[in-house]
């Protein structure tokens, strides 16, 4: 009775396969000898059942067909996205598609490669806020079908594009991002798990000498569920000029004049940043801590920068920093700063530790930053001796809510003023993050004395 029904087991199987080879051998015989063949004749169906991937009207000009080994290719030509109004809002003049075996069973079009050649596309943000991408108003109804679609191909690039921003609310120049090159990659075991890699380089028009480059590893299925994403985001920037791109970023201190290079790495869930942490080398940066402080020159500036979310507050960490300016030289600064909720009340700490640093540079360094009339001088340290040489401090901030603190050398026991600004200003009205920082200033004294 077993080894009959293995027998009949065997047999059904083995018509399955054969029914199978032969449906499959069909499929590819039609699609050689009559579908491709015959597919200009088709170009209209096969822009509607794009169209109705992609939720929006897309017509096709011209398409080409042929094998990419096993799979169909597909070529296409003068393909046009149009926008609410049922005008033309994106052409791409060439598409190359390689359509995947894996369409017969998931019932949906997918394809193993989508390459477009030299797209242009235009992003504008008018007067009252509203972004346009290709002409399509992004504060609309959200149409995630076909950005879906898009994060189930199995590899998708994007070459030599070039993309304009304008910024009509800044009131400021067109910025390009040139040979701009993306690489999405999909493969079909990791995209059922919503796992996605990708990749971009372009080069700036303005505010770099090299190209920018962005990596990230995502983990998320749907694009209008953004609170659901999770992942990584890596970026680079080399040759960059700071100043250069204040009319396009809000940055939180008046630069005027900065060159270097830095990296971020960032950690994001829940539509939220995790983790920021950026390692920056800056040369010849010139600012002002506050709209009327003094200008400062730092000939080189270099760190690691860290920024963490907790679940009451953030916290803010600065080590390995290194910084040149004038006679005042750092090495291996570190600077913690934890800012929590309590009961509805702010409460701030934080810790200051410098090593082998000058007294005299750091107290007219402090009084520069802070200082608003250019022929303040700065004070000296109230006593001791031996006030030029370097000396290594920490210092603990866990009450910063006072007016004034200093610092205490522990070998000669002098101590100068940091930092002095009347007590009482609110965060949100400071001229710029540090300046903010300086506003919550305290009078702790630390050392062995």
């Known amino acids: 009775m077993i080894k009959r029904s293995l027998i009949w087991l065997y047999s059904a199987a083995t018509y399955l396969l054969w029914a199978a080879i032969i449906v499959i051998a069909a499929i590819v015989l039609g699609l050689r000898y009559y579908?491709?063949?015959?597919?200009?004749?088709?170009?209209?169906a096969i822009a509607l059942k794009i169209s109705e991937v992609a939720g929006q009207k897309i017509t096709i000009g011209n398409i080409k067909a042929s094998w990419d080994g096993m799979q169909p290719r597909l070529d296409l030509y003068q393909v046009d996205l149009y926008d609410a109004q049922d005008?033309?809002?994106?052409?791409?003049?060439?598409?190359?598609t390689s359509l995947s075996w894996l369409s017969l069973p998931l019932a949906e079009p997918r394809l193993a490669r989508l390459v477009i050649h030299r797209p242009q596309l235009s992003v504008r943000r008018e007067t009252d806020g509203t972004i346009y991408v290709a002409g399509i108003s992004m504060s609309g109804p959200s149409r995630p079908e076909f950005p879906n679609w898009l994060l189930r191909q199995s590899q998708v690039d994007i070459r030599d594009a070039i993309v304009v921003w304008q910024d009509e609310l800044r009131s400021a120049p067109p910025l390009e991002l040139r040979n701009l090159s993306l690489s999405l990659v999909n493969p079909p075991w990791e995209s059922f798990l919503g796992r996605h890699r990708f990749g971009l380089r372009a080069n700036p028009s303005v505010g770099a000498s090299g190209p920018i480059e962005i990596r990230g590893n995502l983990l998320g299925s749907d694009v209008s569920q953004l609170a659901d994403w999770r992942g990584t985001i890596y970026a680079k920037a080399e040759g960059t000029h700071l100043a250069d791109w204040s009319p396009w970023i809000s940055l939180p201190i008046d630069i005027r004049q900065g060159f270097g290079a830095a990296q971020f790495w960032m950690e994001?869930?829940?539509?939220?940043?995790?983790?920021?942490?950026?390692?920056?080398?800056?040369?010849?940066?010139?600012?002002?801590f506050g709209r009327l402080a003094q200008e400062i020159t730092l000939q080189n500036l270099a760190g690691r920068l860290q920024w963490n979310r907790l679940d009451d507050g953030s916290e803010f960490r600065a080590s390995k920093v290194k910084l040149t300016s004038g006679g005042l030289q750092m090495q291996d600064g570190e600077f913690k700063l934890?800012?929590?909720?309590?009961?509805?009340?702010?409460?701030?700490?934080?810790?200051?530790?410098?090593?082998?640093?000058?007294?005299?540079?750091?107290?007219?360094?402090?009084?520069?930053?802070t200082r608003r009339s250019a022929s303040t001088r700065a004070p000296s340290p109230t006593r001791g001796e031996g006030i030029d040489q370097p000396f290594a401090a920490t210092v603990a901030l866990t009450s910063l809510l006072h007016s004034r603190y200093s610092v205490r050398n522990r070998s000669s026991r002098a101590?100068?003023?940091m930092a002095s600004r009347p007590s009482g200003i609110r965060a949100?009205?400071?001229?710029?993050?540090?300046a903010r920082m300086n506003s919550l200033s305290t009078s702790n004294s630390g050392g062995n004395g």
């Open 35 to 44: 579908v491709l063949p015959s597919v200009q004749e088709h170009k209209d």
């Open 87 to 96: 005008r033309p809002a994106l052409t791409l003049d060439h598409i190359e």
């Open 268 to 288: 994001f869930s829940e539509a939220r940043i995790d983790t920021l942490t950026a390692n920056v080398l800056l040369q010849n940066l010139s600012s002002r």
């Open 338 to 369: 934890v800012m929590r909720n309590v009961s509805g009340k702010p409460r701030i700490a934080g810790e200051l530790q410098l090593e082998n640093i000058g007294l005299e540079p750091l107290a007219a360094f402090a009084v520069t930053t």
């Open 415 to 417: 101590i100068f003023p």
């Open 428 to 434: 949100a009205r400071a001229d710029s993050a540090l």
